[in-house]
């Protein structure tokens, strides 16, 4: 059975959500297979800091395991001390080789189960779930998977090989970011009682001109002084395709213009639900050593106008 999952992360057992993904972060960074391949203890101790993080997360679970109902890989806990203790028994239950078995001390407890469980004593329901151990399930598998920038944004689906060798496509969540961790049930190490779980961590890769604002992208947009005086339509980049932008007369370095629902798709949405925008900043680009710009700026009277001076300079 896993360790104590508030243990495993180092936290206090009334720890809430930011110092519980504070712990998780900090040990799955010093523990994750990348930075550990000559160390093979570190995947196995990544997957115990990682199943501890996933059920203290899950606020149901957290709140079954903090009452007693549920252990630490989240397999219902066993009633009434089974497996407890040494020593005689004067009725209850002791361990025995085939599993759980009652122990007379001269009463009847068999209305008492009869009514809790709806079986008779030894028989029927009781017996049949309570008379054996249930099997522990396989260790989760720890996964890194590298995201492009733009497929985050656009959903785009990614294709993962499993120890196996076996491949998925997997369906990225709204709001995907770094650190964004997806469950595979069943693709993880076998075991007794089945496989354990895949857990998938995504690392959104950077862009080279694209950055993210929260559900927003940003783009530093090149524009030439003649396109800044004069105004123009112009093709910009986005995570979808190309779309024409207009860039108003006179407009500086430094004004943003919006294109909407060009961002991220918002956590908790559907793929046709409304996305974030794409804010674009113009950087008017002028040319090197362009002799007839020199000579055109050197006849400009606004050369003698400060376009600082409402800073007090």
């Not at 896993?2 to 972060?25: C, F, H, S």
Request: aromatic share 8%; charged share 25%.
């Amino acid at each position: 059975m896993a360790a104590d999952p508030y243990t495993t992360l180092g936290v206090a057992r009334g720890a809430d959500e930011a110092a519980i993904k504070k712990a998780y972060r900090k040990l799955a960074k010093e523990l994750h297979p990348d930075r550990n391949k000559d160390n093979p203890k570190a995947a196995e101790k990544f997957s115990q800091v990682t199943q501890a993080y996933d059920l203290l997360t899950d606020k149901d679970k957290r709140a079954r395991f903090d009452r007693g109902e549920i252990d630490a890989d989240g397999n219902p806990a066993m009633p009434f001390g089974f497996g407890g203790g040494g020593g005689p028994q004067q009725g209850g239950f002791r361990s025995g080789a085939g599993g759980f078995e009652f122990t007379d001390s001269g009463g009847d407890f068999s209305d008492l189960f009869e009514g809790l469980f709806g079986g008779r004593g030894g028989q029927g329901g009781f017996a049949s779930s309570f008379g054996r151990r249930q099997q522990p399930k396989g260790a989760n598998a720890a996964y890194k998977l590298a995201v492009p920038f733009v497929d985050a944004a656009t959903l785009a689906p990614q294709r993962i090989t499993l120890a196996d060798g076996k491949t998925i496509d997997l369906k990225l969540p709204a709001g995907v970011e770094t650190g964004t961790q997806m469950r595979l049930s069943g693709k993880g190490q076998p075991g007794p009682g089945g496989a354990g779980d895949a857990i998938i961590t995504i690392e959104v890769q950077q862009h080279r001109f694209f950055t993210r604002d929260g559900d927003d992208i940003r783009l530093d947009l090149p524009i030439s002084l003649s396109e800044a005086v004069l105004g123009a339509s112009v093709r910009v980049p986005t995570a979808d395709k190309p779309v024409m932008l207009t860039i108003p007369k006179g407009s500086s370095s430094g004004k943003v213009l919006r294109l909407k629902g060009k961002g991220f798709h918002k956590k908790g949405g559907g793929p046709n639900d409304p996305r974030g925008d794409q804010l674009v900043t113009l950087m008017v680009d002028l040319p090197v050593d362009d002799d007839a710009l020199v000579e055109f700026v050197q006849g400009w009277k606004d050369k003698d106008r400060n376009p600082r001076g409402n800073m007090g300079v």
